[in-house]
């Protein structure tokens, strides 16, 4: 995710960190040439390209539009799910430590244990979701939160995020056994795992419906067959800066696409991606100083302007 303080409009024309310029490079160019030999053609020819009336052009346009508008609202409307799905997380992550060090009896046999035990896999849970979201490796990340006799049922799970909470419901059902809970206190921390487990349900949906390929193939068959009748169109009014036209259309359509297409995925390493990193090295930071941890890991900071 880009974090930055907003630039004066001078700079904001030559930024290119978090822009998607980079993206369609090509298509900008590709467009700008074919306007520059059609203005060329028509400043040399000039009976070659009769006047058009813009009508049909501003209709295609206008459509065009709304299709652009609908799917960069709901490409958007799955970025802004994702962001409240890991805020629900850091809401249950430390809800969830505060009851357990709130509640358990410390003092009482196993009662410290139990405590930095559900800590620390909350923890672990935290840094495997967003592994598993990112298809990455989460075992440096997690290892040194989890018991050696653990570790290898959990590495033949296909599921290692909901194989963690499992053995958060194991280690909560060993509070009741030794009394260390009272029911209605094991319930409430129980919801707070099933919320944990609800919003890893959440991101999977998230991440496994992308929008119907339909959607992207009508907006960019639309928007390349308008932009390659465009300079056509135009080049008897506009002359020799129609290339400006053109690049200027290209740029807005293709890149309201190359965004929506950044926005659909958002647990990625794009630059307008998430920054599930920074926020699972959050929630390690709030749990382990709840749990007195005096040596903290250091938060990540944006290199680039960029929190990953």
């Known amino acids: 995710m880009i974090v930055r303080d907003k630039p004066n409009a001078f700079k904001l024309l030559f930024i290119l960190r ?5 993206l369609i490079f090509g298509q900008i160019a590709f467009f700008t040439l074919l306007g520059t030999a059609v203005a060329a053609a028509q400043y040399y020819y000039p009976v070659i390209f009769p006047t058009f009336t813009l009508s049909p052009l501003a209709l295609l346009g206008v459509a065009l539009s709304l299709f652009l508008g609908f799917r960069n609202n709901a490409s958007y409307e799955r970025w802004w799910e994702a962001r409240k799905q890991w805020g629900q997380l850091v809401i249950d992550a430390r809800s969830l430590s505060r009851q357990v060090t709130s509640y358990v009896d410390e003092s009482a046999k196993g009662g410290a244990e139990l405590q930095q035990r559900m800590i620390y896999l909350t923890i672990a849970f935290s840094h495997a979701l967003r592994h598993q979201l990112r298809q990455s490796d ?26 963690l909470l499992r ?8 509070c009741r056994h030794k009394n260390l809970l009272s029911d209605f206190l094991i319930q409430s921390i129980d919801d707070n795992i099933t919320s944990m487990a609800t919003v890893q349900a959440g991101c999977e949906r998230i991440q496994s419906t992308p929008l119907p390929f339909a959607y992207m193939l009508l907006v960019q068959r639309t928007a390349y067959l308008y932009c390659l009748i465009l300079p056509f169109g135009i ?3 506009m002359g020799l800066i129609t290339p400006l036209f053109c690049a200027i ?4 359509f293709f890149g309201l696409d190359a965004l929506s297409e950044e926005l659909e995925e958002p647990f990625g390493l794009s630059a307008n991606d998430l920054p599930l990193s920074a926020i699972s090295r959050g929630i390690e930071i709030n749990l382990l100083e709840i749990l007195g941890v005096i040596e903290l890991p250091a938060a990540i900071q944006p290199v680039k302007n960029r929190l990953i």
């Open 235 to 237: 080049v008897g009014s």
């Open 18 to 22: 978090g822009s998607v310029v980079t």
């Open 249 to 252: 259309i290209a740029y807005t």
């Open 138 to 163: 989460p075992w440096s990340d997690i290892e040194k939160y989890l018991n050696p006799e653990d570790i290898a049922a959990l590495r033949k799970s296909q599921n290692l995020p909901d194989a």
């Open 167 to 174: 053995l958060m419901g194991k280690k909560l059902g060993t």
